[in-house]
């Protein structure tokens, strides 16, 4: 007994020793932490109740900013609107068309390798400047869409001109970048046993039971990450909108997205603590659905060690 | 204890790295080691005014030796955003670049310095000194003028079949009915004319009416007036004289060399008038500038000067008589004008511009001529519009749009236009 108390006391005090070294050197992260991110977080909640135009000091004026926003703002509302059409639509888009993309890789393609890093070149570009600028050009009025288009004798209007549709090829963009996604699908797949599927195959399972029977349950977790991840970035897009749209949101405000709008009101309209208000709402949002998500996920996602 | 003792050495080591590092990071301030006087003089642009700005700053170090002037530049659209940080960090350059929206925004919050009796002003027009100055305090000093007018290549309208009209006595009507004509006459490869959104068009319209664009803290412009004015507009487009709604927007959305005009594929287009150089070198035509189309039977045409830009200084500055000296140089020195030439608007000192006269570009020549031409018909510059006005182009915008795309009810449109932009530029 006290052997045991003994070689306890030593081996916590080893911890101890160590944990104080891994304090040490953690300490740099740690002051960067508090001052680049823990002060501006704390920073941006006091200005979000302040009037605050940049040029002149900051004054309180209490839940002003919130109320506002919720009851005369209608670009916010606008601004919602948008990014969650777009994220309803966009998100469930991507990830079906990654998971039937790394279904078809997995079936042993020869030279996968080269196909999955074609398929991940979007994922690298999508974000980018460049892509969104592309993007433009090819759903221009005089753009590659309607060239191909008006082979076929139709005649397309300016996609990214034109309120009903601007919003859908930015949604395009957002499919478009399924690579991160299906690399982390083909992850998945691979972890399948293939024992599984060949005692189905001698039960006489067909491709779509298998899939729906051993796949998808599998695979559940995967996609569970994969929609919790894409659901929390596509909430902040903005790069697109704002090189599509010339930094407006336009035409007629149906590419507002969230973060834009966010940014419009603090850059162009010197409304910096409106702007830090919105921001604290999109992260309480971001964190509601997140947290649902996670309640919900009891409910459908099957992680085979636990039952 | 060895391996201990390597862990906190290791650890001080990584902490000391960092340090110095960070100390890196903070720069000079103000003084640089030789003991010259730094400024900082920011603007925005494009390459080459970027090159021709450093020119003048090499030949105003060359005359003042003990001040060293560092530009800071950055394109037009990031500019505000990176000034605005700036001056919220107490950061603020010390010569400062501004254009007449965002004036009333910074003057009156305290950031600019006022400039009466440091800048020498005494050949710089009265009447265009006077939209620098905010509540009898010059707080800035205008670079240059130019003029919102209509830009025209008549090659594109004579190959169409048209004629050019007489732009003294034409009206919208007939403007309607020259960019439908240049449209069905070149079957369709060119456009007559683009959509123009500038607040500073429907500023000249509603002046036509007798309507001023602000009346103090609010617009002047009657919703009768807007709608009126999209009815223009909208009879472009219906005719066909100008893009459908859908690439108009997305035209409207780029910058001047990828205007219609800008790549030969429109005979008109609405820009200010020291953009006529850069449609013509986008272009490579030659193009000419025409006064606005009036109402019939309108007492004024509406146009009006006004300053391409301000420099100020900032109220902070450790450097405020070099500051006034930098502005000085580049308003009334003739070296520096012969450098920027019309860059930024045609030079505001009329010594400067007698002097430089001959050296102008023929795009610039034509602007002279032109602004000399109608210069008996053009109303006063208008004041620094109120602060918020620098939301006015893109809420225009958004409503003409709604308006076009059949989305919004033009009368509706226009109470709604209304009503928020006088909520963002009442105070």
């Given at each position: 007994m006290t052997a045991l108390a003994r070689g306890g006391h030593r081996a916590t005090l080893r911890s101890r020793r160590e944990a104080r070294a891994a304090y040490l050197f953690l300490a740099p992260w740690f002051a960067g932490l508090l001052v680049i991110t823990v002060g501006p977080i704390l920073a941006s909640l006091y200005l979000s109740f302040t009037d605050y135009s940049l040029l002149e000091e900051a004054k309180w004026v209490g839940w002003d900013n919130y109320v506002r926003m919720f009851t005369q703002d209608t670009r916010f509302l606008q601004s919602l609107q948008v990014t969650t059409v777009y994220v309803v639509v966009s998100v469930p888009l991507q990830l079906a068309f990654a998971l039937l993309l790394a279904l078809v890789l997995d079936r042993g393609l020869r030279g996968l390798s080269f196909y999955r890093s074609i398929f991940y070149l979007p994922s690298l570009l999508g974000g980018s400047v460049a892509i969104a600028i592309l993007w433009r050009k090819v759903f221009g009025a005089d753009g590659l869409v309607n060239a191909v288009l008006a082979v076929f004798g139709i005649e397309g209007t300016g996609w990214v001109g034109h309120p009903d549709y601007a919003l859908g090829t930015l949604i395009l963009l957002h499919v478009w970048t399924f690579g991160a996604p299906m690399i982390i699908f083909l992850a998945g797949l691979r972890q399948i046993p293939s024992s599984y599927y060949e005692a189905a195959s001698v039960d006489g399972a067909g491709w779509l039971r298998q899939f729906r029977s051993i796949t998808l349950p599998l695979l559940t977790p995967i996609i569970f990450f994969n929609l919790v991840l894409e659901l929390i970035k596509s909430f902040q897009s903005f790069t697109q909108a704002f090189i599509v749209s010339n930094g407006q949101g336009g035409p007629a405000d149906s590419t507002l997205f969230y973060t834009l709008y966010l940014y419009l009101q603090g850059f162009k309209r010197f409304d910096m603590g409106y702007a830090a208000a919105m921001a604290w709402v999109l992260l309480l949002i971001i964190a509601g659905l997140t947290g649902v998500n996670f309640l919900a996920s009891k409910y459908w996602v099957f992680y085979g060690d636990t039952k | 204890m060895n391996s201990g003792k390597k862990k906190w050495s290791a650890a001080l080591l990584a902490t000391a790295v960092l340090a110095v590092t960070a100390a890196c990071g903070s720069g000079s301030d103000g003084g640089s080691a030789d003991g010259k006087v730094v400024l900082r003089f920011s603007y925005w642009g494009s390459d080459a005014r970027q090159k021709m700005t450093e020119e003048a700053i090499k030949k105003f170090e060359e005359k003042n030796p003990t001040i060293d002037v560092e530009g800071e530049f950055s394109d037009f659209a990031s500019y505000y955003e990176s000034l605005s940080t700036k001056v919220a960090a107490s950061d603020a350059p010390d010569v400062i670049t501004l254009e007449i929206r965002a004036l009333r925004e910074y003057a009156t919050r305290g950031t600019l310095a006022d400039l009466s009796s440091k800048v020498n002003t005494a050949d710089v027009d009265a009447k265009v000194l006077a939209t620098g100055a905010i509540d009898g305090k010059q707080y800035a000093i205008p670079t240059g003028v130019n003029a919102f007018s209509l830009i025209?290549?008549?090659?594109?309208?004579?190959?169409?079949?048209?004629?050019?009209?007489?732009?003294?006595?034409?009206?919208?009507?007939?403007?309607?009915?020259?960019?439908?004509?240049?449209?069905?006459?070149?079957?369709?490869?060119?456009?007559?004319?683009?959509?123009?959104?500038?607040?500073?068009?429907?500023?000249?319209?509603?002046?036509?009416?007798?309507?001023?664009?602000?009346q103090g803290n609010q617009l002047?412009?009657?919703?009768?007036?807007?709608?009126?004015?999209w009815g223009i507009m909208q009879n472009l487009i219906k005719d066909k004289g100008a893009p459908e709604a859908a690439k108009s927007s997305e035209i409207g959305a780029t910058?001047?060399?990828?205007?219609?005009?800008?790549?030969?594929?429109?005979?008109?287009?609405?820009?200010?008038?020291?953009?006529?150089?850069?449609?013509?070198?986008a272009s490579g035509q030659n193009l000419e500038l025409l006064r606005m189309p009036k109402l019939a039977g309108a007492a004024t045409g509406g146009m009006f000067m006004q300053p391409a830009m301000f420099y100020s200084a900032s109220s902070k500055t450790e450097h405020a008589a070099e500051a006034a000296k930098f502005i000085d140089f580049m308003i009334n020195d003739?070296?520096?004008?012969?450098?920027?030439?019309?860059?930024?608007?045609?030079?505001?000192?009329?010594?400067?511009l007698a002097a430089v006269r001959d050296k102008l570009p023929e795009a610039d020549q034509k602007t002279?001529?032109?602004?000399?031409?109608?210069?008996?018909?053009?109303?006063?510059p208008p004041a620094a519009p109120p602060k918020g006005a620098s939301a006015m182009e893109e809420m225009l915008t958004r409503y003409s749009e709604e308006v076009m795309f059949g989305r919004m009810e033009p009368a509706d449109a226009a109470q709604k236009f209304i009503a928020e932009a006088n909520a963002a530029i009442a105070g």
């Open positions: - | 025209v290549n008549p090659a594109l309208v004579e190959s169409s079949g048209q004629k050019l009209p007489d732009d003294t006595s034409w009206t919208w009507d007939d403007y309607v009915k020259l960019a439908a004509g240049v449209t069905s006459g070149s079957g369709g490869k060119v456009t007559g004319t683009q959509l123009s959104w500038n607040p500073a068009y429907l500023e000249i319209f509603a002046a036509q009416k007798g309507e001023p664009f602000y002047g412009v009657s919703p009768q007036t807007i709608t009126e004015w910058s001047v060399d990828q205007s219609l005009l800008g790549t030969n594929s429109g005979a008109m287009g609405m820009w200010w008038s020291n953009q006529l150089g850069a449609v013509v070198k003739p070296e520096a004008g012969a450098i920027v030439l019309s860059d930024r608007g045609l030079p505001a000192s009329s010594k400067v002279l001529a032109f602004l000399d031409e109608a210069k008996g018909e053009l109303k006063d």
